[in-house]
C-alpha cells in the first residue's frame, strides 16, 4: 500500500486562504486523528485529500499519482462524510432515497465494497434499510456514514464526525469495530472529530489543524509524553520553564500555569517550588488552539 501525499496544499474562498500551504503524508497502516477548532480547514482538508474538492494551489498523489480526476488513484481512497446536509428537503441530493438504495448507489462507486460487511453493520447498528435519508435520525445519518466508510474496503478511509449524534454505546461499538477492521486489513483510517477523549486511544498519529495551518503530525504516544502541566507562583513558573516554548498561560492572582511541549534534550527544572502534571490530549489541544492567555 502507498502513501497519499499532499504538497503545498492552499485553498481560497473569496480572497480568503482556508488552508495555506499544508504539507501532509498519510502512510499506510495508521489510523490518524484530525483535530481542530471549527473553522481550522478540517473538512476542507480532507475533502481536497480525497479530490472532493480541487486545489488553489499544490497537489495531492497517491502512489506518485495525482488523485484529482484519476479513477486508478481514487479507487484505493473513501470520504464518507456527513449526510446531516442531505436530510433537510425530500428531492435535493438524494435525501428521498431509501437507506437501501442510497447504499446500491454508494456500491457501485466503490469498487472494494464489500456486501457481506454491510449486511452485518446493518444489523450490529440495527439499521432500518428502508427508511429515507431524510426520515433519519442525526444518529442514524452518522451509522449511513461509518456504515458506507467501513463496507467500502478502501485503502485510505476518510470520516468526518463518524460519532456525532451516536449514543455512547454506538459510539463504543464503532471504535471497536473499526480497530478490528484495522488489525485485519492494515487500512489507514482518518477521523475528524471533536470527541478527541473518548478516540485518543485509537489514534496512532494526531493530525493538528489550526487557522488553515498544519500545527503538528506526531505520534499520539510521543506528543503526550513531552506534554506537561506546569503550575505554581509566577516566578516560580517562569524560572522553571526557561528557554522551553509556553502555551496558553493562565494567571490566578499571584500565581499561573502553562503548557510546555518539550523538544528533545529539553527538561524542566523541578527543582523549583512548582506542579508538573501530565496531560491528556483534549488538555494539549485546547492548549495548543485556545486562548494565548487567560485572567482568573
Same mark, same amino acid.
Given at each position: 500500500?502507498?502513501?497519499?501525499?499532499?504538497?503545498?496544499?492552499?485553498?481560497?474562498?473569496?480572497?480568503?486562504?482556508?488552508?495555506?500551504?499544508?504539507?501532509?503524508?498519510?502512510?499506510?497502516?495508521?489510523?490518524?486523528?484530525?483535530?481542530?477548532?471549527?473553522?481550522?480547514?478540517?473538512?476542507?482538508?480532507?475533502?481536497? /485529500?480525497?479530490?472532493?474538492?480541487?486545489?488553489? $494551489?499544490?497537489?495531492?498523489?497517491?502512489?506518485?499519482?495525482?488523485?484529482?480526476?484519476?479513477?486508478?488513484?481514487?479507487? #484505493?481512497?473513501?470520504?464518507?462524510?456527513?449526510?446531516?446536509?442531505?436530510?433537510?428537503?425530500?428531492?435535493?441530493?438524494?435525501?428521498?432515497?431509501?437507506?437501501?438504495?442510497?447504499?446500491?448507489?454508494?456500491?457501485?462507486?466503490?469498487? #472494494?465494497?464489500?456486501?457481506?460487511?454491510?449486511?452485518?453493520?446493518?444489523? !450490529?447498528?440495527? /439499521?432500518?434499510?428502508?427508511?429515507?435519508?431524510?426520515?433519519?435520525?442525526?444518529?442514524?445519518?452518522?451509522?449511513?456514514?461509518?456504515?458506507?466508510? /467501513?463496507?467500502?474496503?478502501?485503502?485510505?478511509?476518510?470520516?468526518? !464526525?463518524?460519532?456525532?449524534?451516536?449514543?455512547?454505546?454506538? $459510539?463504543?461499538?464503532?471504535?471497536?469495530?473499526?480497530?478490528?477492521?484495522?488489525?485485519?486489513?492494515?487500512?489507514?483510517?482518518?477521523?475528524?472529530?471533536?470527541?478527541?477523549?473518548?478516540?485518543?486511544?485509537?489514534?496512532?498519529?494526531?493530525?493538528?489543524?489550526?487557522?488553515?495551518?498544519?500545527?503538528?503530525?506526531?505520534?499520539?504516544?510521543?506528543?503526550?509524553?513531552?506534554?506537561? #502541566?506546569?503550575?505554581?507562583?509566577?516566578?516560580?513558573?517562569?524560572?522553571?520553564?526557561?528557554?522551553?516554548?509556553? #502555551?496558553?498561560?493562565?494567571?490566578?492572582? $499571584?500565581?499561573?500555569?502553562?503548557?510546555?511541549?518539550?523538544?528533545?534534550?529539553?527538561?524542566?527544572?523541578?527543582? $523549583?517550588?512548582?506542579?508538573?502534571?501530565?496531560?491528556?490530549?483534549?488538555?494539549?489541544?485546547?492548549?495548543?488552539?485556545?486562548?494565548?492567555?487567560?485572567?482568573?
Amino acid at each position: 500500500m502507498s502513501s497519499l501525499i499532499g504538497k503545498g496544499i492552499t485553498k481560497t474562498y473569496g480572497g480568503k486562504d482556508v488552508l495555506r500551504d499544508v504539507d501532509l503524508e498519510l502512510e499506510p497502516n495508521k489510523i490518524y486523528g484530525l483535530i481542530g477548532r471549527n473553522g481550522a480547514g478540517k473538512t476542507t482538508l480532507l475533502s481536497i /485529500l480525497t479530490a472532493q474538492n480541487p486545489t488553489t $494551489r499544490g497537489e495531492v498523489t497517491y502512489d506518485g499519482m495525482p488523485v484529482w480526476e484519476n479513477p486508478e488513484a481514487l479507487s #484505493h481512497i473513501c470520504f464518507s462524510r456527513e449526510l446531516g446536509q442531505m436530510a433537510g428537503s425530500s428531492g435535493a441530493n438524494g435525501a428521498g432515497l431509501k437507506v437501501k438504495d442510497y447504499l446500491e448507489i454508494a456500491e457501485t462507486f466503490l469498487p #472494494h465494497w464489500d456486501k457481506e460487511f454491510a449486511a452485518r453493520l446493518i444489523k !450490529e447498528f440495527h /439499521l432500518d434499510v428502508k427508511k429515507r435519508i431524510n426520515k433519519l435520525s442525526k444518529g442514524m445519518l452518522s451509522m449511513v456514514t461509518v456504515l458506507v466508510g /467501513l463496507a467500502s474496503k478502501a485503502d485510505f478511509t476518510f470520516l468526518d !464526525e463518524p460519532t456525532s449524534g451516536l449514543d455512547v454505546v454506538a $459510539r463504543e461499538k464503532f471504535y471497536r469495530i473499526l480497530v478490528e477492521e484495522y488489525a485485519e486489513t492494515g487500512r489507514t483510517f482518518v477521523i475528524s472529530t471533536h470527541i478527541i477523549e473518548e478516540a485518543a486511544d485509537v489514534f496512532e498519529e494526531v493530525i493538528l489543524v489550526d487557522q488553515g495551518r498544519l500545527l503538528l503530525k506526531e505520534n499520539t504516544q510521543d506528543l503526550l509524553e513531552r506534554s506537561f #502541566h506546569i503550575s505554581g507562583r509566577a516566578e516560580e513558573v517562569d524560572a522553571a520553564c526557561a528557554g522551553l516554548a509556553v #502555551h496558553h498561560e493562565e494567571r490566578a492572582g $499571584r500565581g499561573k500555569g502553562v503548557t510546555v511541549l518539550l523538544e528533545p534534550g529539553q527538561s524542566i527544572d523541578q527543582s $523549583r517550588d512548582i506542579t508538573v502534571q501530565s496531560m491528556n490530549l483534549q488538555k494539549v489541544f485546547v492548549a495548543l488552539c485556545g486562548e494565548e492567555e487567560q485572567e482568573a
